[in-house]
């Protein structure tokens, strides 16, 4: 049990952040508005990190 909190206290944060932006970008990538049906998606390292072509 001990070793649980332990864990859980190194990774509950960046679990967290991760599943926020994960979040977001499921939200995104799902709304008809924002992205269009049948339209793709790239994720890039230079800006703009997300294009939607």
Do not use: C, D, N
């Amino acid at each position: 049990m001990r070793a649980w909190i332990h864990l859980k206290s190194i990774w509950g944060g960046t679990v967290i952040y991760g599943g926020i932006i994960l979040l977001v970008l499921i939200a995104i990538s799902v709304h008809p508005e924002i992205v269009p049906y049948k339209s793709k998606v790239q994720l890039l390292t230079k800006k703009p990190f997300i294009r939607v072509v």
